[in-house]
């Protein structure tokens, strides 16, 4: 019996451990580490810096849940995504019972890569795997719908908004006008009315429907509502350009919420309030 020679042996090779896709792309950049300061936030899916006004700010709850937080004051790191409906609609990619294989839910919700990337991007900014609602789109649209509501009721309640055709005209004569509020299922022919008596210089917007501003005024449906100039003017402004944002498809001016700048163009699609 031969004795086998003696030699190096070669390093035992750790073996690797499986990984998901969402742990392999926790990867934490450079910009990840961004401070919540300044004007600017970084979307956390296309990259882009864009003003906070544009965009929506996220948390993760204690259960590890993505959560909108509108007013801007729930704890924790903040994940930025922007207003937009392309970006928020891939939520949709975690594919919830009923999705089909090709990519489309029953309700025509789009799947696939884009949500995959929404996951991936969203887990890597909470640095660990975060359940994304898959009706991500439908609970933020419902929260800035409640928001705006609640926003027009501290103005209500300050004296600031007056509601009705006649109160709200008589009103802008004697009050500087911040914003105008239109219901979006109002007739277009007596929105158009109401609006030959705006200042130029007055948005006018159409974030939500009669019954949605009749219910803050206390009246079964309400068309024309006025707000004075100052903070909460410009607040629901503010949010009902984000809402006009995740229900619009990208590059179409469609849809409430569209801004009296494009007045012009809106008023014969019944897109402006």
């Known amino acids: ?60 709850s204690p259960d590890r849940v993505l959560i909108p937080d509108l007013a801007g004051k729930l704890p924790g790191r903040g994940i930025w995504l922007s207003a937009r409906r392309d970006v928020i609609e891939g939520a949709d990619g975690t594919r919830p019972k009923g999705m089909s294989q090709k990519g489309t ?56 908004a007056i509601a009705g055709f006649e109160k709200a005209r008589d009103w802008m004569r004697s009050h500087p006008v911040g914003l105008v509020l239109q219901a979006a299922d109002g007739s277009e022919a007596e929105r158009a009315r109401f609006r030959s008596a705006v200042p130029e210089a007055v948005p006018v917007l159409a974030p939500l429907t009669g019954a949605e501003l009749g219910q803050v005024f206390g009246h079964e449906t309400v068309v024309h509502v006025a707000l004075a ?24 001016d469609d849809g409430p919420g569209a801004g009296r700048a494009t007045a012009g163009s809106n008023d014969a699609t019944d897109t402006n309030g």
């Open 105 to 160: 839910s029953p309700n025509g919700a789009h799947s696939g890569a884009k949500g995959r990337d929404l996951v991936r991007a969203v887990a890597r900014a909470a640095r660990g795997p975060v359940q994304v609602p898959p009706d991500l789109p439908v609970v933020l649209e419902t929260a800035l719908i409640r928001r705006i509501g609640d926003l027009l009721g501290l103005a209500r309640r300050a004296g600031q």
């Open 1 to 60: 019996m031969t004795k086998r020679p003696w030699g190096k042996r070669k390093p035992l090779r750790p073996r690797r451990r499986a990984t998901t896709d969402t742990e392999a792309d926790l990867t934490v950049d450079a910009d990840e580490e961004e401070p919540e300061t300044g004007p600017l936030r970084r979307c956390v899916v296309t990259r882009e810096r864009l003003p906070k006004d544009q965009m929506v700010r996220f948390v993760v």
């Open 229 to 252: 100039q100052g903070r909460l003017a410009s607040s629901i402004a503010i949010e009902a350009a984000r809402l006009a944002g995740v229900r619009t498809a990208l590059g179409s």
